[in-house]
T-cell receptor, first 111, second 115 residues
Framework: DAKTTQPNSMESNEEEPVHLPCNHS???????IHWYRQLPSQGPEYVIH???SNVNNRMASLAIAEDRKSSTLILHRATLRDAAVYYC????????????FGKGTHLIIQP | GAGVSQSPSNKVTEKGKDVELRCDPI?????LYWYRQSLGQGLEFLIY????????KSGLPSDRFSAERTGGSVSTLTIQRTQQEDSAVYLC?????????????FGSGTRLTVV
């Protein structure tokens, strides 16, 4: 069940903004969009999540399309420490099961 | 506690032995999740708890795997008669409640190596 589609990898330069795209065309009205990242040899780290409106926190911003079929995670000013695998997850609103992680996007930051 | 704590951080065991992996969630988090991640692979969901109850155990890979949670806090994942294919990083996460409106906090994991 391919719930989200992300590019396998992306490259960006340090101190520049990064826009990580995610498609979730089968999203339903109660499904949340979650983003996590995983640095090498560490457990996943929560980044942000949202339902309909754009969301901002100290780590990133989440821009959700009006039809909710896609979203973009925005890192406003990338640092080398942001190099990680970023997972976009569609959390089904109807269930309590754990979130299903896909393969994510491997973000490479060039100095 | 301040974060999700897992122990041990590393475990090497002989094939056929039993192992217990422990997860101490954030205080007050009623939902707890177990995942495993094999080398170079994505996260595989195993089981979740709402309080002490695990409503769905179908994600456990085999009947050698079991999990329990007591007092709505600490959880233990037990693997009996370990096999080499059980080698992986076992990750635990907790959230305020089950449901997708809450974010997860993950622990650093237990790296299990079966030799």
């Amino acid at each position: 069940d391919a719930k989200t589609t992300q590019p396998n990898s992306m490259e960006s330069n340090e101190e520049e903004p990064v826009h990580l795209p995610c498609n979730h065309s089968t999203i339903s009205g109660t499904d949340y969009i979650h983003w996590y990242r995983q640095l090498p040899s560490q457990g996943p780290e929560y980044v942000i999540h949202g339902l309909t409106s754009n969301v901002n926190n100290r780590m990133a911003s989440l821009a959700i399309a009006e039809d909710r079929k896609s979203s973009t995670l925005i890192l406003h000013r990338a640092t080398l420490r942001d190099a990680a695998v970023y997972y976009c997850i569609k959390g089904s609103g109807g269930g309590a099961d754990g979130l299903t992680f896909g393969k994510g996007t491997h973000l490479i930051i060039q100095p | 506690g301040a974060g999700v704590s897992q122990s041990p951080s590393n475990k090497v065991t002989e094939k056929g032995k039993d192992v217990e992996l422990r997860c101490d969630p954030i205080s007050g988090h009623t939902a707890l999740y177990w995942y495993r991640q094999s080398l170079g692979q994505g996260l595989e969901f195993l089981i979740y708890f709402q309080g002490n109850s695990a409503p769905d155990k179908s994600g456990l890979p085999s009947d050698r795997f079991s999990a329990e949670r007591t007092g709505g806090s600490v959880s233990t994942l037990t693997i009996q008669r370990t096999q080499q294919e059980d080698s992986a990083v076992y990750l635990c996460a907790s959230s305020l409640q089950t449901g997708v409106s809450y974010g997860y906090t993950f622990g650093s994991g237990t790296r299990l190596t079966v030799v």
